[in-house]
């Protein structure tokens, strides 16, 4: 598998030291999309693929599968044409998805295009349990409540204060960059309008913390994970970069676990 990634940030270099270095997944990343020029050479001659500023060249190149792993608004910008060009898409800033006719233009695009669009678990859990409890309609409420240290939300403060009460959608739009999680939820559960969020700031917590709790006609879902933030960018847990090599890992596997 020849894979693209489009960004040169905290992800996008794991996946390089995972895949081209360490060799943890069946492929490689043989071509990097961005803007920053200086980045984009650093990582070219420390991995050895060919770096890109522009996108028609990027995936004019012999990749199979691209790897999104840019912010919110850039994900809307090149999207489309990654899937326009019969490339299979994995994408990091789910957060894109707060236009829910978006994710919708984009799996009928891909299924035309004979290609897949995979939304990676990133920093949570339970979304098999969502996906089922919702088979036959029966899934009433969500409710995900994040709490991260002052560093990972980019604030200095040192009392918890709750920083958002509201929808998924609503607090995607607050914070792009630190809730992408939320709308992976909404979107595997009842949808962006009916998943409740809360994120709370908390200067005695280190983990990115997300606790999910769901009912229906199942039965109740407590999940909760304490996510170790990236050293490159504390914003980001390690559990999201590593949900995105397992993607890589499990792609082309005839045993699929979970729904
Ligand atoms: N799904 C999930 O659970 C999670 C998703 N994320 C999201 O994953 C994405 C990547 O995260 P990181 O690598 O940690 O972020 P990062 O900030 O380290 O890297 C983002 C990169 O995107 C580049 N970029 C921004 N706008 C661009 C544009 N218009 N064109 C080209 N490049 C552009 C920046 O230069 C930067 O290098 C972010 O959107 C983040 O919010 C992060 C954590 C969890
Ligand atoms: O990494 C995390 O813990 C969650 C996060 O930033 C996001 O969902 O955008």
Same mark, same amino acid.
């Given at each position: 598998m020849n894979i693209g990634v489009i960004g040169t940030g905290n992800i996008a270099t794991y996946l390089l030291e995972q $895949? *081209?270095? *360490?060799?943890? =997944?069946?492929?490689?990343?043989t071509a990097v999309f961005g803007r920053n020029m200086e980045a984009g050479t650093r990582l070219k001659e420390r991995f050895g693929m060919e770096f890109y500023t522009d996108l028609g060249e990027f995936l004019s190149t012999p990749v199979d599968t691209v790897v999104e792993a840019v912010t919110v608004d850039a994900a809307r910008l090149f999207l489309e044409e990654v899937v326009g060009h019969k490339k299979d898409l994995i994408v990091s #800033?789910?957060? $894109?998805?707060?236009?829910?006719a978006f994710l919708d233009e984009l799996a009928k695009l891909a299924e035309t295009n004979g290609t897949h669009v995979y939304l990676p678990s990133g920093a949570i859990g339970g979304l098999d349990v969502l996906q089922s409890a919702r =088979? &036959?309609?029966?899934l009433e409420s969500v409710r995900l409540t994040t709490r991260k240290s002052p560093m990972s939300l980019g604030m200095e403060t040192d009392r918890e204060q709750v920083l958002f009460d509201g929808t998924a959608f609503d607090a995607v739009g607050e914070f792009p960059k630190n809730i992408n999680v939320a709308l992976v939820l909404a979107i595997a559960g009842i949808g962006v309008h009916e998943t409740k969020v809360r994120i709370i700031v908390d200067p005695t917590v280190e983990r990115n913390t997300h606790t999910i709790e769901a009912q229906g006609d199942f039965g109740k879902m407590q999940l909760q994970v304490e996510n170790n933030p990236m050293a =490159? *960018?504390?914003?980001? #847990? &390690?559990l999201a970069a590593l949900s995105i090599l397992s993607v890589l890992q499990n792609k082309g596997k005839s045993l699929k676990i979970g729904n």
């Open positions: $895949v *081209n270095e *360490n060799h943890m =997944a069946d492929g490689q990343i #800033s789910i957060g $894109v998805f707060k236009d829910f =088979a &036959l309609g029966g =490159a *960018n504390p914003k980001t #847990s &390690l």
